[in-house]
């Protein structure tokens, strides 16, 4: 992605400034966010505006200023060219989703991992998404699996309410239930033991939320999906790692069916998924 930045940036960027143009970017719809060296800040318009030149599906640039962060995992983004808005329709395996990438999370790379979920749903399943931003997870499951039930919680009002519209959007309304609110609370109050499947897309803080992953979950056992994120230590295998992350939290019976690294979520820091099976209590 560098390299390819680098070519489209030839012409507009000296030699010296070309080699400093080491992020990628991701195009999320018609929006292309670009992170950008403190040395390249200078020439920022000038590298948004060849971007929209260059690439005929973009209309927006935008730049990310920092990483997600904050309880509602959004980053900051600063407008560089092109049509200023930080709204966008984005589309993914027959889905649409309307975000808003200045108020909410969203993340194009988890595309294959959304799929692979909505895959293994069974019919007449319970889903629970305990971190369901605008939706992504839950829209994607339903299309996929109409014979289901998700509920798709979050706590930010603004994805709240995009997945409300992305329900009706994707004609999913019937089976997709969105909850604002603070997951523990929602768990507890409403959705314990009904679910055949929790989803904790909160890598940074999902083992604060292991109690509530149970709560929710049938009594005879179900399947939970723990993202977490782990430090990658020298001669240390990160799965085993997340293994024992888990099992000092989950203190009942269980089996990790499947565990893999997602994506590399920053300088030596994995994201891991397990998929683990409670083995009732
Ligand atoms: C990393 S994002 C994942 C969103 C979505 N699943 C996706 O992949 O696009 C985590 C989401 O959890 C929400 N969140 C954080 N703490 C929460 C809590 N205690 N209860 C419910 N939602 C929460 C944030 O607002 C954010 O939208």
Redesign the pocket.
């Known amino acids: 992605m560098a390299r390819f930045l680098r070519e489209l940036l030839k012409g507009v960027l000296s030699d010296r400034e070309l080699s400093l143009v080491v992020a990628s970017f991701d195009i999320i719809g018609d929006i292309a966010i670009v992170k950008l060296p403190d040395e390249l800040l200078p020439k920022k318009h000038l590298i948004g505006r060849a971007l929209i030149d260059e690439l005929k599906q973009v209309r927006t640039v935008l730049r990310q200023v920092s990483g997600?962060s904050g309880?509602?995992?959004?980053r900051e983004l600063e407008y560089l060219a092109g049509e200023k808005k930080f709204e966008v329709l984005y589309k993914e395996r027959g889905c649409e989703f309307h975000v808003d990438l200045a108020a909410?999370?969203?993340?194009p790379r988890?595309g294959h991992e959304?799929s692979r979920i909505a895959d293994l749903v069974e019919p007449g399943e319970t889903v629970v998404?305990?971190?369901?931003?605008?939706?992504?997870?839950a829209m994607l499951i339903a299309k996929k699996q109409p014979n289901c039930r998700v509920y798709?919680?979050?706590?930010?009002p603004r994805?709240h309410q995009l997945a409300i519209e992305n329900t009706f959007r994707n004609k999913v309304a019937d089976r997709v239930v969105p909850v604002y609110?603070?997951?523990?609370e929602?768990a507890r109050k409403y959705l314990a033991g009904t679910a055949d499947r929790v989803?904790m897309?909160?890598?940074?803080?999902a083992k604060e939320?292991v109690e509530t992953a149970v709560t929710a979950i049938k009594q005879r056992g179900g399947i939970i999906h723990y993202y977490t994120l782990i430090r990658t230590v020298r001669g240390k295998d990160p799965l085993a790692l997340a293994a024992k992350e888990l099992s000092n939290r989950l203190k009942v019976p269980h089996h990790v069916e499947m565990a893999k690294v997602v994506t590399e979520a920053g300088p030596r820091v994995l994201e891991v998924v397990q998929d683990v099976r409670l083995l009732g209590r």
């Open positions: 997600f309880e509602f995992r959004t909410t999370y969203f993340s988890l959304r998404n305990l971190f369901g931003g605008v939706g992504t997870f798709t919680i979050d706590l930010n994805a609110g603070d997951s523990r929602i989803l897309p909160l890598p940074d803080r939320f």
